[in-house]
């Protein structure tokens, strides 16, 4: 094994044995609400909704052990559905897409207490954020430390389910940088002004196939990766899909390639939500009717509750359809506008910026959407690792990040405890404040950051070498290639 290829295999391992520590303070901040008595259904005691809030141990796992038939081991979907007068799921139904339904099922299968569920919900949680870290590491080098080190990994990473959906978009990710190639002069998509360093070509199947199958099974966890199938469909549109030599028609194999993408990612999503839509069509419909009609209150931690105050209470219905409705426009057209800026960048440097625009599209999402729950900000890690920004912007974001997260939780605690909980009476309402709408301002900037970003650059894939005497040039092994970059 080559020296180079050695020396990255030690630092990729490296890497995932930092981020096991990091997830291991993770679970163990967790495990603090664990125990140590149960009651009947399996739930820790004592004084378990006191410590979830004071301790700032709560996670939306332990949470769930009662309320959804977790603890009866219903299998979810195929049976119960949503009430709308309650405004509760009921026998068997869960608010998460239907793997993340499979992966609680099979967590709870062998729980016959909260913490056991939790346990058993983090190690597969803790595989996908250690290949999601490994996959990085092996990206990006040092800029993974972003990812593997990172507070909000030690926050949320067992908070909910969402490491699953961040490893599959990474393992999207990888696919794509590690089969794309910088373009050159001569080929199909023309070379960028300047050495953007945003995207380059492609011209095998295979890594888009992996990719569309990660994007898709990504959403069948938690909906958002499947927004990235449109970027990169306008990237091999635009000139990110290299045809055959020979070919007559590059123009339209570009965007064949690029309809067969998006309609593979989707097509993935449906074929994996198509039995139980058959099986139990309530039971799988529930999760969106919940979803939808969530209320926007104090712990949806958004710019919509907060800006609308004081008449966004819950029980303010008009109010809350007026903010729903809004929340739902703004999101889709922050979706929108940043795939069109993305165009813009691409008429100045000829090749469509298709990574920094996921990242600027996750910044709108979080920006707009209705609810904006702690572990959401799993979802940016990748992007603070493959793209160049300042490493300022980064850490004021887990400051804002982490005055939410802590601060909101003491709130709670305060609130329940009945001692004065204002917004001027403690520090814990104005951490909160701090946070939402910091975060809110930290959003908006990081769109323009991300939009203006620069890819890593990614080690190139070994070339065999020449035979003697053939006269072309030795290719190294390992040269610091950007990875669906445009060449000077």
Not at 16 to 35: E, F, M, P, S
Not at 56 to 79: E, N, T
Not at 331 to 340: I, K, R, Y
Request: proline residues 7%; aromatic residues 12%.
């Amino acid at each position: 094994m080559p020296a180079p290829v050695r020396r990255r295999t030690a630092f990729v391992l490296l890497t995932t044995l930092l981020c096991a520590l990091t997830l291991g303070l993770g679970y163990a901040n967790k495990a603090r609400c664990v125990g140590p008595e149960f009651d009947s259904q399996g739930r820790s005691g004592p004084d378990y909704t006191v410590r979830v809030a004071r301790d700032v141990c709560y996670s939306d796992i332990q949470q769930l052990w009662i309320g959804r038939d977790i603890d009866r081991h219903v299998f979810p979907y195929l049976s119960g559905g949503y009430n709308p007068v309650s405004e509760q799921l009921y026998g068997g139904a869960v608010e998460y897409p239907v793997l993340t339904g499979m992966a609680i099922y099979v967590a709870a299968a062998p729980s016959s207490n909260d913490g056991q569920f939790l346990l058993w919900s983090a190690v597969p949680l803790a595989v996908a954020g250690l290949l999601a870290a490994a996959l990085l590491a092996w990206l990006a080098g040092l800029r993974s430390w972003w990812f593997a080190l990172a507070p909000p990994l030690v926050l949320y990473a067992f908070h909910n389910w969402d490491l699953f959906a961040v490893c599959a978009t990474v393992v999207a990710f990888w696919a794509l940088l590690r089969g794309s190639r910088p373009a050159r002069s001569g080929s199909d998509a023309p070379a960028a002004q300047g050495g953007s360093n945003v995207a380059g070509t492609i011209g095998r199947r295979g890594p888009l196939v992996v990719a569309a199958v990660a994007l898709g099974v990504g959403g069948a966890f938690k909906i958002y990766p499947m927004m990235f199938a449109l970027p990169v469909a306008l990237w091999l549109g635009a000139g990110g899909w290299r045809p055959a030599a020979g070919g007559t028609h590059p123009v339209r194999s570009r965007w064949l390639t690029a309809a067969a993408f998006l309609a593979g990612s989707v097509g993935v999503f449906g074929l994996i939500n198509l039995p139980f839509m058959m099986l139990g069509w309530t039971g799988w419909w529930a999760s969106f009717q919940f979803q939808w009609s969530r209320p926007i209150d104090l712990t949806t931690n958004t710019i919509w509750f907060w800006g609308a105050r004081p008449y966004s209470d819950s029980s303010n219905v008009a109010v809350q359809h007026d903010l729903a409705m809004a929340a739902t426009v703004s999101t889709l057209a922050a979706l929108l506008l940043v795939c069109v800026l993305g165009l813009l960048r691409q008429r100045r440097e000829k090749v469509y910026p298709w990574l920094p625009v996921c990242a600027a599209m996750v910044c709108g999402y979080l920006l707009f959407n209705k609810v904006h729950s702690p572990q959401f900000a799993l979802w940016l890690l990748p992007f603070f690792v493959l793209l160049r920004i300042r490493a300022g912007w980064i850490l004021a974001y887990f400051v804002a990040d982490a005055a939410i997260g802590i601060g909101f939780f003491r709130w709670q605690y305060l609130i329940g405890s009945g001692a004065p909980s204002g917004s001027y009476d403690a520090l814990s309402p104005q951490l909160v404040l701090i946070g939402v709408w910091g975060r809110a301002a930290l959003l908006i900037a990081l769109i323009v950051v991300f939009l203006r970003a620069r890819v890593v650059d990614v080690p190139t894939r070994p070339t065999p070498a020449p035979e003697p005497g053939s006269g072309a040039r030795q290719a190294t092994v390992n040269p610091s290639a950007p990875s669906g970059a445009a060449a000077r």
